[in-house]
């Protein structure tokens, strides 16, 4: 059983810290990968966990705007669960997921994260790295977007602390494109660093295709000293690959 671990036992003075402290809604990337020839066992799961009776035991625990995602990795299929999470504690998100009834059914189709295990845990509760809030119209429906990208080891420092000193023209910069609850989560498997994004974008046709043309010479100032601590997938656009949606 994992350990309980309450709201002030990590804190400091990053992005990342002082949101736990504040209270705030926290958001949650879980990781596993699915066991062989299970793929597609996994995909019919985590379709049931958008069902109306688990999205019910689910936010008894604090768990809403639960989504899902797949992508090929290291020749196996790896299997990603990103959630808002309002429990008292961040880091028992992992373990109140694990606690919802529909969930039980992954022990026989995922294989743990090495970290996982030593945790007893099936699901990874991934390293959250950085967050922006950015927009979110009251009566609009989000496009939802899940990327991968891997990280050049030697540029880890470097990469990381340009996301816990986000620039604040950069926020801005997230904001005027419509994206909300903008989160980047960390894994290693082996030797190479992974990096997952989820972002909701909310923004209108009208601001999509100004954006094709904005300039903001803050942002691209910060995106080519990023940039280049990315060691992009094969199949990459613009460093990312777009990770498959599993359908409600």
């Known amino acids: 059983m994992s350990t309980q671990i309450g709201p002030s036992a990590a804190n400091g003075f990053s992005p990342y810290e002082n949101h736990i402290l504040s209270g705030s809604e926290t958001h949650v990337m879980l990781f596993a990968f699915a066991k062989e020839n299970k793929a ?60 919802v009834g529909p969930v039980s059914v992954f022990d026989m189709i995922l294989d743990p994260h090495p970290r996982a295990v030593q945790d007893e845990q099936l699901w990874l509760q991934m390293e959250w790295i950085n967050y ?78 100004k954006m094709k043309t904005y300039a903001d010479p803050t942002y691209q100032r910060w995106y080519n000293a990023a940039a280049p601590c990315l060691d992009p997938l094969p199949g990459a656009v613009d460093c990312w690959v777009k990770m498959e949606p599993v359908s409600e």
């Open 132 to 209: 922006i809030y950015g927009a979110k119209p009251a009566d609009a429906k989000p496009e939802k977007t899940a990327q991968a990208t891997r990280i050049k080891p030697d540029r880890e420092a470097y990469y990381r602390t340009l996301h816990q000193t986000v620039w604040p023209g950069v926020c801005d910069h997230m904001a005027r494109a419509g994206n909300h609850d903008f989160s980047i989560f960390l894994v290693e498997l082996g030797n190479e660093i992974y990096q997952f994004f989820y972002v909701e974008n909310y923004a209108t046709e009208a601001q999509k295709e």
């Open 40 to 99: 597609a066992d996994a995909a019919v799961a985590l379709k049931r966990l958008n069902e109306k009776k688990a999205e019910k035991a689910f936010g008894k625990v604090g768990i809403t705007n639960l989504s899902s995602y797949t992508i090929p990795l290291k020749g196996k299929t790896a299997v990603l669960v990103y959630f808002d999470y309002a429990g008292s504690c961040y880091l028992d998100a992992v373990k109140d997921f694990e606690s």
